[in-house]
C-alpha cells in the first residue's frame, strides 16, 4: 500500500511562511493526484489544494488563494506546499492524501491514502 508521510510543520509568527513537503514510500506519487487538507480543533477537516497527474494545480479556499502554492517534483517523489503570509487562522493539522481526481478536494472520503498529519501552528 501507498504510505504517505508529511514533513515541514512547525510554530511561525504571523506573516511568517512554511513548505510543507508529502512523499511515499511503497510506491510512487506519480500516478496519483495530491492534496493538501487541514483540520483545525474543532473543525471540518477541509481541502487546501490539489495537483493533479496531468500537472494543474488548485486552490480551493479564497483565504489561501495568492498565499499558498502547491508543487510537484517528480524527481524526488515529492509534492509541496509553499505557505506564505500565514495567518492564526492557518493554524491546523495539514495532512497529504493521495487519489484520482483533484475535483474530490471537497470529499475529503473520497480520497485513499493519507500521511498522519504535521502540525502548523502560527501564533505571536
Known amino acids: 500500500q501507498l504510505q504517505l508521510v508529511e514533513s515541514g510543520g512547525g510554530l511561525v509568527q504571523p506573516g511568517g511562511s512554511l513548505r510543507l513537503s508529502c512523499t511515499s514510500s511503497g510506491s510512487t506519487l506519480e500516478h496519483y493526484s495530491i492534496a493538501w487538507f487541514r483540520q483545525a480543533p474543532g473543525k471540518e477537516r477541509e481541502g487546501v489544494s490539489c495537483t493533479s497527474t496531468f500537472g494543474s494545480s488548485t486552490n480551493y479556499p479564497d483565504s489561501v488563494k495568492g498565499r499558498f502554492t502547491i508543487s510537484r517534483d517528480t524527481a524526488k517523489n515529492t509534492v509541496y506546499l509553499q505557505m506564505n503570509n500565514l495567518s492564526p487562522e492557518d493554524t491546523a493539522v495539514y495532512y497529504c492524501?493521495?487519489?484520482?481526481?483533484?475535483?474530490?478536494?471537497?470529499?475529503?472520503?473520497?480520497?485513499?491514502?493519507w500521511g498522519q498529519g504535521t502540525q502548523v501552528t502560527v501564533s505571536s
Open positions: 492524501a493521495a487519489g484520482q481526481h483533484c475535483p474530490f478536494i471537497t470529499i475529503a472520503t473520497a480520497w485513499d491514502y
